[in-house]
């Protein structure tokens, strides 16, 4: 799903955070996993599907 958003979305930088290695890296916002975080909130708690990304990605309003 990173690499799809990638693609779909250059402009948005996406990370993936494995807790089992960064188990603090989550901070109190990640309770489940996978959980989608944008700007310090969750977004989605487990996978969206793609139609569910691609409405939420089309949602945002990004520069450049």
Known sequence: MAEWCRE???RLDVQVV???VE???GGNLVFAV?????SGQAIFLGN???QE???WLD???LEG
């Not at 996978?34 to 944008?38: E, L, S």
């Open 59 to 61: 949602s945002l309003e």
């Open 34 to 38: 996978p959980t989608y975080a944008y």
């Open 53 to 55: 990304l691609k409405t």
């Open 18 to 20: 494995d807790l089992s």
């Open 8 to 10: 779909v979305e250059p």
């Open 48 to 50: 969206p599907s793609p």
């Open 23 to 25: 188990p603090d890296a």
